[in-house]
């Protein structure tokens, strides 16, 4: 394929058509910050933090998911971009539970957001469903980035045992009509759960080793479904 060639940051580069704002600038070794996209998954572009600057288009654009274009000026860390992102950092902490996602941590440290910015903001509180012996899901730490829809679907496993529920603040991710996971066309292959960034889905395994239980005791909890020292977490 014909390179293309454009600026990020000032500094030339010569990439192949089709290559994404994200993939040419870590050509040359610029991060862009991500959350909802992942290596394996289809982009989205539905967090919204790896937005950038390019000459000539007013809104912001995210790097992950658009193709660059010859002659394009690319920003990667313009003052607009950062309070944006800041933003975004701010929003996600005000209403999910980010305890268990080290990475949206890390960048809510890098990016000086607020956690206490929006004092007021609804959280997303929900109970932890825990109806099957390889993992449990804990909707109140999932920032809705499909990763989970997506390996679930067209990107890995072809079962489609999980979307998008919901509308608005209520949209959430679950099964269809609320059927616990062992009631779906769930092949408890675990991708969902690998690709998760924030805990929402977690290995029973992990969790109980976490909770200070040893093999053996683990494995007398998952497989006779004695939860007394085994709730989620
Ligand atoms: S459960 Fe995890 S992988 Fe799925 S949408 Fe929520 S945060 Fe993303
Ligand atoms: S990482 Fe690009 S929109 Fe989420």
Redesign the pocket.
């Known amino acids: 394929m014909a390179d293309i060639t454009l600026t990020i940051d000032g500094e030339p580069v010569a990439v192949p058509t089709g290559t994404t704002i994200l993939k040419a600038a870590a050509q040359l070794g610029r991060s862009v910050p991500t959350i909802c996209y992942h290596d394996h998954c289809t982009a989205n572009g539905l967090c919204r933090i790896c937005v950038v600057e390019v000459d000539g288009i007013k809104p912001l654009v995210p790097a992950c998911l658009t193709p660059v274009h010859e002659g394009m000026k690319v920003t990667t860390a313009s003052a607009r971009a950062v309070r944006s992102r800041r933003t975004i950092l701010e929003m996600l902490a005000s209403a999910v539970d980010l305890s268990q996602a080290p990475e949206i941590q890390k960048l809510i440290g890098d990016y000086r957001a607020d956690r206490a910015r929006f004092p007021d903001a609804e959280r997303r509180e929900q109970p932890i469903l825990d109806d099957n012996p390889m993992y449990h899901?804990d909707?109140s730490?999932?920032?809705?980035?499909?990763?989970?829809?997506q390996v679930c679907a067209d990107d890995a496993q072809f079962t489609y045992a999980i979307n998008f529920t919901g509308r608005g603040f209520e949209t959430g991710?679950g099964t269809f009509f609320d059927k616990p996971m062992p009631e779906t066309t769930c092949v408890f292959c675990g991708q969902?759960v690998g690709?998760?960034?924030?805990g929402?889905?977690k290995s029973k395994r992990e969790s109980l080793l976490e909770q200070g239980l040893n093999p053996d005791e683990i494995t007398l909890v998952i497989e006779g479904g004695k939860k007394s020292r085994g709730k989620p977490r």
């Open positions: 899901r909707y730490k999932c920032i809705l980035c499909w990763r989970c829809v991710i969902c690709v998760c960034p924030t929402a889905l």
